[in-house]
């Protein structure tokens, strides 16, 4: 089973970080982040090894809330903008593509750039005003890859809206292109969904990376 990138691999390593905001917390402060999305945040189980690692990084107690929920859109994200605010996070953190792009959702291209757009304003003019990321997270496959043929387009447009809005752009997708089919293809046996511990060996290290953008104060004192 063959797993190709959606960009070339140059052209998406330049993609990788679209706007690199630093965390916010400062040495000894506590740095909150939501996470929103579908299940491959809901129950993908990177958010605790992110914890531990920014929280090593930046010397800084980092917590994670996690508000997303499986099988869920861009147009759910809309609804759940409050709850977000509510926590009164630092950062956010939001991937909706791979159900967005869902054939069975229907959701088209617009539809889903304007939900976005929508969701990174709201949040990005609340009271708090968090760093917002969106990201492109695993490959799709199988059936499940099927009925999403046009991924890398609603990943690629989130990209631009992201970009657009001054938000962050968190690309996954070059990182899994490095490893090889087999592996991937063992890690993601539905076609879709990764195991924990691959997935948060894959994606945590860009997200510190992204997250600290000045870079981890353990390397700084070496």
């Known amino acids: 089973m063959a797993f190709s990138p959606s960009l070339p691999v140059v052209a998406a390593l330049a993609l990788h970080f679209v706007v690199a905001m630093p965390a916010a917390a400062q040495p000894g402060e506590t740095l909150k982040i939501v996470t929103l ?10 958010q ?24 869920m859109t861009s147009e759910w994200g809309l609804t759940q903008i409050g709850k977000v605010v509510a926590e009164h996070p630092d950062i956010v953190l939001i991937e909706f593509a791979v159900n967005d792009a869902d054939v069975t959702e229907f959701i088209s291209l617009s539809r889903s750039s304007a939900n976005m757009a929508e969701i990174i304003s709201q949040l990005r003019e609340s009271e708090t005003r968090p760093a917002v990321y969106v990201m492109a997270m695993s490959p799709v496959s199988g059936v499940r890859g099927m009925i999403r043929p046009f991924l890398a387009q609603y990943e690629d447009m989130h990209a631009a809206v992201a970009r657009n809005l ?6 996954h997708r070059p990182a899994w292109a490095r490893l090889p089919d087999k592996e991937i293809a063992k890690a993601i046996a539905d076609g879709v969904h990764p195991e924990p511990a691959t997935v948060s060996r894959v994606i945590v290290p860009g997200l510190v990376r992204a997250l600290a953008a000045s870079g981890c104060l353990t390397a700084k004192g070496e």
């Open 37 to 46: 999305g579908t299940s491959l945040s809901a129950r993908g189980g990177w």
């Open 48 to 71: 605790e090894p992110l914890r531990r690692s920014l929280g090593a990084c930046l010397n800084s107690e980092v917590t994670v809330v996690n508000l997303a929920k499986s099988g």
């Open 166 to 171: 001054g938000a962050g752009f968190i690309d």
